[in-house]
């Protein structure tokens, strides 16, 4: 997972700057550009966090550790649904595009 993320910062790159041009060469108005390169910036972030954490929560896998690694993720998982579930609830804006950011 480490060398993964670490040979993706090329691509990572290539997408922050290639991006905008590339969904304006598909013919997109010009909001669905500005959208599209937000978002391409928010997957870039989530990919890295997310290569971190893989990184991270692999170290007690190959220690023999893999019990913290599993009540780690299930009480991650279920801290994540509650949360959605009360911002769904509770906050009338939020909708799917900020559970995506969410994820």
Known sequence: ATL???FSIPLFGM???VMGPALRWF????????????YTKLLIFDYLIEGIFEAV????????KERVTNIYQVSHEVIE???????FAKVE????FWM???Q
């Open 93 to 96: 804006e939020f909708d799917l």
């Open 4 to 6: 993964y993320t670490i």
């Open 81 to 87: 649904f509650a949360v959605v579930w009360v911002l």
């Open 15 to 17: 997408w922050w700057f």
């Open 27 to 38: 013919g997109l108005n010009a909001a669905a550009v500005d959208i599209g390169v937000r």
């Open 100 to 102: 995506g950011v969410l």
């Open 57 to 64: 929560g692999a170290i007690p896998d190959v220690t023999g």
